[in-house]
């Protein structure tokens, strides 16, 4: 079937409303405690992390318990998914045994006491190689944790290990690794969307409470949509990117992914602050997320930017209006009538800034074989590419987006539009796209049949941005909505968020993975 046009859904959605405005029944599904089989470790696993850390403080569970259960599984499914490079299990059982002595004593570090969380592994931690996917660094250990790693184990956070992406952060399908590519939990042939490709799988496998991700173009937007998870890009500067190998520097961020908006907002919390050794951080003052998240949205005015409604595919529109639907009714009204500033050049904005061929150039003059073939091929061509003059203008314009960027909101308070445009496609299909004549799009971002298309442009706005469950194709293939804001609007962001979950029952539904599941081959490339 073709894609909709953006005139083509417009015209649909009008018809749905004209109708009568029936919604499909939502989806339901049963707790996994009435489950009478599953596993104890499996119930355990399979708590939203706001559950698991009111049973910490209230002592009913350990963070032993959850941290062996969590392994358990990890050895279960995650040869099936390929989401960990790195598993930290004897390191995390010993932290776990730390806080388990602390919660004994009564003393909670903070709200993520005790609660074991993933991390991608293009994050550093000290004492662990941190690889970015790639075999350049296949064997690198820094010798210290990045900033949010330092931040997240003060609130008693477990590192539980490190996760699979897209190679350097440098795609939107989590295919091209030096590991292996990352399996959906929903179709095990389909891509897991990228770059935090391991952090969405592992997420919405129930191998990790929450996990962080980046997000230079949609990295962690795009496989919480193809997940079937929540994940937030903050506000530019909000969460220290320090200790965070670059993808391109000026656009790079940090953020949350987990199952709820409860738990992506109680991460939040525990992650942002000014770094003053970090270049991009800025000053903003502490906010409590989880209070922000509960208020009304009913005054709410949202906009639907028509250029991001282009040539969806069908089953990705239908879904889209129905949840504009549900959102009109919770708010003051949607508008199609809200254009965002346009991207200067389009696609090659990104190589003219220069971030990414500044970090690479000497590594490509010393391990240029030791990069996956589409990676290599992409950066070869950047680092040829930007002159000096070019990355000054371009650096230029985005510091002029993200000064004005905000007037776009003067008459609505937020954005939504479906967070990618088309179902993930099979990772056999996306290697031979990658492996192929075609010129490699990890930074295809705004043109063609890329992820990222609806995602990245919010990257350079550096704005706040998220992402999560609005319903299932016919195939049981997640389906993701997007939520944006203002500068430092992340408490209406999660809001809004909050109002649609608790309207609906998708973010309940889970991949129906079993120990004997079936691991479709991967061509050889």
């Known amino acids: 079937m073709g894609k909709l046009s953006r005139r083509e859904f417009t015209m649909f959605l009008g018809s749905a409303v004209a109708a009568g405005g029936a919604l499909a029944s939502w989806p339901m599904m049963a707790e996994a405690a009435a489950n009478a089989e599953e596993p104890a470790g499996d119930l355990l696993a399979a708590l939203t992390l706001m559950e698991a850390s009111a049973k910490i403080h209230d002592r009913t569970i350990t963070s032993t318990q959850l941290t062996k259960a969590l392994l358990e599984r990890i050895g279960v499914y995650d040869p099936k998914l390929n989401s960990y490079i790195t598993v930290m299990g004897k390191e995390a059982l010993a932290q776990a045994a730390q806080l388990d002595a602390e919660q004994k004593a009564g003393k909670f570090r903070g709200p993520l006491h005790g609660i074991p969380i993933a991390i991608k592994d293009n994050i550093d931690t000290a004492g662990t190689r941190t690889t970015a996917a790639s075999g350049v660094f296949q064997t690198r250990v820094p010798s210290e944790d990045a900033e949010i790693i330092r931040r997240l184990k003060a609130s008693g956070a477990i590192i539980l290990g490190k996760l699979n992406l897209h190679e350097f952060a440098m795609g939107c399908t989590g295919d091209v690794s030096y590991f292996g590519p990352t399996r959906n939990p929903w179709q095990l042939d389909r891509v897991t969307g990228g770059s935090s490709a391991g952090s969405g799988a592992a997420v919405a496998a129930d191998l990790c ?55 992506v907002a109680l991460m939040l919390g525990e992650m942002t602050g000014y770094d003053n050794l970090d270049i991009f951080s800025v000053q903003h003052g502490a906010e409590d997320y989880l209070k922000a998240m509960k208020q009304p ?38 508008t199609s009538h809200a254009p965002m500033p346009e991207i200067p050049a389009g696609e090659g904005f990104f190589e003219q800034m220069g971030d990414t061929a500044s970090y690479h150039e000497k590594l490509l003059k010393g391990s240029a074989m030791a990069y996956m073939p589409p990676t290599r091929k992409e950066l070869e061509s950047m680092v040829k590419a930007p002159t000096a003059i070019d990355s000054a203008r371009a650096h230029d314009a985005l510091v002029l987006i993200r000064r004005t ?23 056999n299909d996306s290697l031979a796209d990658e492996m192929g004549t075609k010129k490699p799009h990890a930074y295809d971002f705004f043109e063609g049949s890329s992820g990222c298309n609806n995602t990245a442009p919010f990257d350079v706005y550096g704005i706040p941005a998220l992402s999560l469950p609005c319903g299932f194709s016919k195939s049981g293939l997640p389906i993701g909505l997007m939520i944006a804001g203002p500068h430092f609007a992340e408490g209406k962001v999660l809001a809004l968020a909050y109002a649609y979950q608790q309207a609906t029952e998708w973010h309940k539904r889970k991949p129906t993975l079993t120990p004997d599941t079936a691991v479709p081959p991967v061509v050889e490339a």
Not at 305 to 317: L, N, R, S, W
Not at 405 to 427: E, G, H, N, Q, Y
Request: with cysteine.
């Open 297 to 334: 949205v009913s005054s709410f005015r949202l906009g639907a930017p028509a250029e991001f409604y282009d040539h969806m595919e069908p089953e990705v529109a239908s879904t889209i209006a129905a949840a504009i639907e549900v959102l009109s009714k919770l708010t003051a009204g949607i």
């Open 405 to 427: 960027v905000d007037t776009a909101f003067k008459d609505i308070d937020l954005v939504v539009m479906p967070t990618t445009r088309s179902l993930p496609p099979t990772i």
């Open 209 to 263: 409470f929450g996990a962080l991700g980046t997000d230079t173009g949609g990295s962690i937007r795009v496989p919480s949509s193809w997940c079937g998870i929540v994940g937030i890009k903050p506000t530019t500067g909000l969460v220290s990117i320090r200790g965070i190998i670059p993808c391109a520097a000026s656009l790079d961020h940090c953020g949350p992914m987990a199952r709820t908006v409860e738990d």
